[in-house]
């Protein structure tokens, strides 16, 4: 392909599939109050646990190493990735009282580790999440600080919350917040920490804490740090609405980005802020290959390696909270009731609040309909909460500029299914196509994570 | 171990906790069972000489992690570990000195970095955490320097009051005790990357810390793989001392260390003469570690240390430079810790207890 025969991808006509979710001129798509900017950017989201990441693989790199981490944020540079951001979990998962043993475990902390990856690296945003719940707000905002003035200005900060008191066994607290006051703790927390990196002084006493500290450190070169959400519950979306610049949930169907993006203008506008103010970078899993039929062929060998028979049947003893393993994983689904009495499911985010009774009775349903076995069923799954954009480069290419221009999405948080190489094919293969269809940077806007996320400036 | 005169440089005898420690008992804890050559963490104390190879402290160059260090600090430490120096340490200056240390890892390569951080108002396990985040990302050359925080201004950030001189001093010792219990939560080849069995992690490998203190508990296991040192160094330097109390300084502590504050103008045979002195003491905690501190930075602070250092090293006051990639505790003539499995706490004790009971 060459420049001149290019395409003008932004004059092409919209799928029918797109255009049928317009709702507005072409400046105004989708709301009248959001104009989409026709541009993406990308972050790439390192888990460090859970079955995303393929371990079996002789390419599976030490998910600790500093090496694993160093290579895998240079690919990202090279891709003018805007962020490079980490997961967190304050307690080792578990499985029936026992550490879970099948996926992923164990990942050094997010903050110390972007403090290292800040002196080798020069224009991507370092993202840690961290817990609102488990921290003191003086102490997180301080290393946030810390962390974006050693970055010069790169530094962004995913909260999230937890309510459970299994977490806080780790921690002096203990258990101590109601799931329905997370958020307004979360809110609590932020202002707190956004005083101190203004500069001002807190003295708060408030229903979980009382804090008496000023803020003395210099503001960095884009102000503050980045915030991110990825609640997708109402009240996380209102929360992000008010509080978050960026937000993340998964979102595969260009449908369901749509849908998303409404709800986020409408509740952004509704607080008082532009619609601009907030970015939509949905987390993704990206499979790609040269062609439809490979890319086809690669979702299953992936599926086939972050969910083994043995991650299968843990999926369903989580809901049903018994031991399945006399089950054939080819067979269908348990016909046996869940017990739900039993403690010590595996614990992890999201898992917490299922109704086992109604649930199982409904995978049960959902499996046999779609004739289904354990192992598939649970590949099922597993790639349903990913988001998972696959196909050829070209295809997936022309997919992402659909969003773009709808301004259903402003980018893709990826998750690599492979350390450190997983972004290999993504910046040798998708970026480029991306750039020739005008909706990817080939160069940083600017120094700073705010910029290159094409945030305004604060 | 209750003995507080242990000999020599090697001192692996003591359990992970202070189990059989006389005198500690407000945990109420059953400490690992651990048995000879388990994860030390027992400072040896007075009499080292007596022992079979003195090795000698380490020299270190304290930096005060100040916002306006943030723009020659990487040249700086970089030029310090040419002069001759095998530490840095990271003073709080308003940037957090656990990710200044951590910035500096990946651009240096042999000298080992310490922050000098407090031991109360936190939470223990975030603190354990990063110090063994600190030890990956500088492959096995991190340390703590121990202290206990007296600005009556740092409780309130955390919505606590001040504790007094006695419960600073337990409320440290518990801290450290329980962060030694995350760094041993893991063993050496815990990540077992099974293929056959589809087994990433063995649980029963891994061990719950199951710290109880006085006011905090922590319950593990570390969300983090063991680090490279096993357990970190730990180390109270001088000005601290009064701060953490004697249990942490004598007995919980890795060593001392020796403060030289260059800021007062002392001559350079001064400063020889007072780290031999120090050496020659035959009571209280092993140096460890000699540090410079007060360098001032607008005065030539590398010809400095590099006079210094080649002084103090002339006069075998100090050991030799750091070879790249060894790590703290090789510097600083510690062995390394193993991972000594605690039955009652080890991590697949629940499957193991309802086989029984099938």
């Known amino acids: 392909m060459t420049t001149a025969q290019l395409p003008t991808f932004a004059d092409a006509p919209l799928s029918a599939e797109a255009q049928a979710l317009v709702t507005g001129p072409a400046e105004h798509p989708l709301h009248p109050d959001h104009t989409p900017t026709g541009q993406l950017s990308f972050g790439v989201f390192f888990q460090g646990v859970n079955s995303s990441t393929i371990w079996r693989l002789p390419e599976s790199g030490d998910q600790v190493a500093w090496e694993s981490f160093e290579s895998l944020v240079r690919t990202a540079e090279r891709g003018r990735f805007a962020a490079f951001f980490l997961g967190e979990g304050l307690r080792l998962r ?66 999230v919350t937890t309510d459970n008191a299994w977490t806080g066994e780790n921690f002096r607290r203990g ?284 | ?49 007596d022992g079979p190879v003195r090795t000698l402290p380490v020299l270190a160059v304290d930096l005060v992690a100040d916002p306006a260090l943030l723009a020659p600090l990487a040249e700086l430490a970089r030029g310090l570990e040419d002069s001759g120096i095998g530490a840095l340490t990271l003073s709080d200056g308003g940037l957090h000195p656990i990710h200044a240390a951590s910035y500096l890892a990946p651009i240096t390569r042999s000298v080992a970095l310490l922050p000098r951080t407090d031991a109360v108002y936190v939470e223990p396990f975030h603190l354990a955490t990063q110090l063994m985040s600190l030890d990956h990302i500088s492959h096995g050359r991190a340390g703590w320097l121990l202290t206990a925080e007296t600005d009556p201004a740092v409780p309130a950030t955390v919505g606590r009051s001040t504790l007094g001189f006695e419960a600073t001093a337990r409320e440290a010792a518990d801290v450290l005790e329980a962060s030694r219990l995350v ?8 990540v077992v990357r099974d293929n056959e069995r589809g087994v990433y992690v063995d649980a029963s490998r891994l061990q719950y810390a199951d710290f109880e203190g006085e006011t905090f508990s922590v319950r593990g296991p570390a969300i983090t793989p063991r680090s490279p040192q096993g357990l970190i160094p730990v180390l ?44 020659a003491a035959t009571d209280g905690p092993v140096v460890r570690l000699v540090r410079l501190v007060g360098l001032d930075l607008e005065a030539d602070p590398l010809g400095t240390v590099a006079e210094l250092s080649a002084a103090l090293r002339e006069r075998g006051l100090i050991a030799p430079v750091p070879q790249n990639g060894a790590s703290l505790r090789d510097q600083l003539g510690l062995p390394l810790p193993t991972f000594t499995l605690d039955p009652a706490r080890r991590g697949d004790h629940a499957r193991l207890s309802s086989k029984d009971h099938a």
């Open chain 2, 183 to 190: 760094w041993d939560s893991w063993a050496e080849d815990a």
């Open chain 1, 175 to 458: 258990g101590y917040l109601d799931h329905a006051d997370r958020y307004v703790h979360a809110e609590a927390f932020v202002r707190i920490a956004q005083q101190l990196w203004r500069g001002e002084q807190i003295d708060h006493d408030g229903a979980h804490y009382s804090v008496r500290a000023q803020g003395d450190l210099p503001r960095s070169p884009q102000g503050e740090p980045v915030l991110f959400q990825a609640g997708a519950s109402p009240a996380g979306q209102d929360f992000a609405a008010r509080t978050a610049d960026v937000v993340f949930s998964p979102h595969g169907t260009l449908e369901a980005a749509v849908e998303f993006r409404r709800s986020i203008v409408e509740r952004t506008v509704a607080a008082g802020r532009d619609a601009a103010d907030v970015k939509i970078l949905p987390g993704a899993e990206v499979v790609l290959a040269a062609t439809e039929k490979e890319a086809d062929e690669k979702v299953r060998w992936v599926r086939d390696l972050q969910i083994g028979p043995e991650q299968a049947i843990a999926l369903l003893e989580q809901y049903w909270g018994r031991d399945l393993s006399d089950f054939d994983p080819d067979g269908p689904l348990p016909d046996v009731p869940p017990e739900v009495s039993e403690s010590g499911v595996t614990r992890g985010a999201g898992f917490q609040f299922a109704k086992a009774e109604e649930l199982t009775r409904a995978w049960r349903e959902e499996a046999a309909e779609k004739g289904q076995s354990i192992l598939e069923f649970a590949r099922g799954k597993a790639g349903s909460r990913r988001g998972t954009f696959t196909g050829s480069y070209d295809a997936v290419a022309d997919r992402l500029v659909e969003f773009a221009r709808l301004g259903a999405i402003d980018g893709l948080n990826i998750t690599p299914w492979l350390i450190p190489s997983g972004l290999d094919d993504i910046v040798d293969h998708l970026i480029p196509r991306l750039q020739e269809r005008g909706v990817y940077p080939s160069e940083y806007a600017g120094s700073t994570l705010r910029e290159n996320l094409g945030l305004p400036p604060l």
């Open chain 2, 236 to 279: 109270v330097a001088d000005t601290d001392r009064g701060a953490v109390g004697e249990r942490v300084a004598t007995e919980l502590a890795d060593g001392r260390v020796l403060d030289l504050d260059l800021s007062t103008g002392a001559r350079p045979e001064t400063v020889l003469d007072l780290v031999e002195t120090a050496l």
């Open chain 2, 1 to 49: 171990m209750s003995t507080t005169t242990t000999t020599a440089t090697t001192a692996t005898t003591g359990p992970t906790s202070t189990a059989g420690t006389t005198g500690t008992g407000t945990t109420g804890r059953t400490g690992p069972t651990g048995s000879a050559g388990s994860a030390s963490t027992q400072a040896d104390t007075a009499g080292a000489q």
């Open chain 1, 94 to 159: 578990e499985h029936r009282g026992v550490p879970f043993e099948l996926d992923v475990a164990g990942r050094p902390d997010a903050q110390t580790l972007l403090a290292a990856l800040a002196a080798v690296t020069d224009t991507i945003g370092l993202v840690a999440t961290q817990n609102t719940t488990y921290n003191d707000p003086v102490d997180l905002a301080r290393r946030f600080q810390t962390l974006d003035l050693l970055s010069g200005g790169r530094a962004g900060w995913n909260v």
